[in-house]
């Protein structure tokens, strides 16, 4: 009984100390007074000076964030049936960037990720009942029905991306600044 309590204490203080060092990654700018918190788990999209100085844009999940350093995405070695692939289209869903090669940066939020789907799921849905619609009226040719459902699903999809989209908002030489804190 006293060993259960023992480890039970243990596995506490671990938890807590676990959930007491997050750290925070918060960019401020002194010019507008904002300030803006990213955590693992937030989804941010970030311009940055890659490989040789050359500019690299990223869009992917915070993982883990340390003094000098944030993760984004899932290291694929960590993941058992990715660890012998060396090339391929999954590698490029893991980043580590260095903060100080930050250039611009937007965080997105779980409401503009679940309203942008939400928007997306409502065109295709839209497009493909006019699509039913001409094709159940025999007045419009299946070429004019093609090109008419074509236009009507590319300019939806265009209207939303500039609506809400994904590039980054905020630079860092126009006044913003960063830190790491623990909360």
């Not at 006293?2 to 010019?31: K, S, Y």
Request: net charge positive; aromatic share 10%; hydrophobic share 45%.
């Amino acid at each position: 009984m006293e060993r259960n309590r023992l480890i039970l204490l243990v596995f506490f203080l671990f938890v807590h100390q676990g959930l007491a060092l997050c750290q925070t990654l918060l960019f401020t700018n002194q010019l507008t007074q904002q300030q803006i918190r990213v955590v693992p788990g937030h989804m941010i999209s970030v311009s940055y000076m890659g490989y040789n100085g050359v500019p690299e844009f990223a869009k992917l999940t915070i993982t883990d964030i340390n003094d000098s350093c944030i993760l984004l995405g899932v290291d694929p070695s960590r993941i058992a049936f990715l660890r012998g692939n060396t090339d391929g289209p999954i590698l490029n869903t893991y980043k580590v960037i260095k903060i100080r090669d930050i250039v611009a940066f937007r965080r997105i939020s779980v409401g503009r990720r679940i309203l942008k789907s939400s928007l997306r799921i409502a065109a295709y849905v839209g497009t493909f009942l006019l699509v039913t619609e001409l094709i159940k009226s025999a007045s419009v040719s299946t070429l004019e029905t093609y090109f008419i459902s074509l236009g009507t699903g590319l300019g939806s999809v265009a209207a939303i991306d500039f609506l809400l989209p994904d590039k980054t908002k905020h630079r860092i030489n126009n006044g913003w600044t960063w830190r790491v804190v623990q909360e």
